[in-house]
């Protein structure tokens, strides 16, 4: 799976990278988008979520997290996996506040996730590492990787650990 934002056109980016016959892709709005390889997935359900909203110092619009649920084709083991893109200004949760905003995103995968599901979050969360945002998603989720480019905003949370 790959988790994009600020991607406006997620199948140009594959067929750049020479991909468009391997992977599929969930586009959502906001310019986040979800691709997978179609050898190995099935879609079995797919959409968007509204979870924040940019405060007014540095106003852009709405944001959400695209996601989809994923069957594998031999064991028939299912994914939930989820891309986002977090709201500005940097680590405040933005307009509704950090701790609103990872509650919105846990609601948004415990609305769509199913028993026996892996879980899978990904995305430039627009809050560092120990923010508010983060700390308040460690709650319930894993926290498997952190970047390190402007701060270290990507992130990639799963409930399996």
């Not at 600020?6 to 310019?31: K, M, P, S």
């Not at 619009?61 to 299912?78: D, E």
Request: with cysteine; aromatic share 12%.
């Amino acid at each position: 799976f790959m988790g994009f934002q600020e991607c406006e056109d997620v199948e140009r980016v594959l067929q750049d990278a020479g991909l468009q016959g391997t992977f599929g892709a969930i586009v959502g709005a906001h310019a986040v988008a979800i691709a997978y390889r179609r050898e190995t997935w099935d879609v079995i359900a797919q959409g968007m979520e509204d979870v924040a909203e940019d405060g007014p110092q540095q106003w852009y619009g709405r944001r959400g997290a695209v996601w989809s649920r994923f069957r594998h084709k031999w064991t028939q083991k299912t994914v939930l996996f989820a891309s986002y893109h977090g709201p500005l200004p940097l680590s405040s949760g933005g307009l509704c506040g950090a701790r609103a905003t990872a509650w919105n995103l846990l609601k948004a995968i415990a609305s769509h996730a199913e028993d026996g599901d892996g879980v899978v979050l990904v995305g430039d969360f627009n809050a560092v590492a120990g923010s508010s945002t983060i700390r308040e998603l460690e709650t319930r989720l894993y926290h498997v990787f952190s970047g390190t480019t402007f701060g270290g905003v990507d992130h990639i949370f799963s409930n399996c650990g």
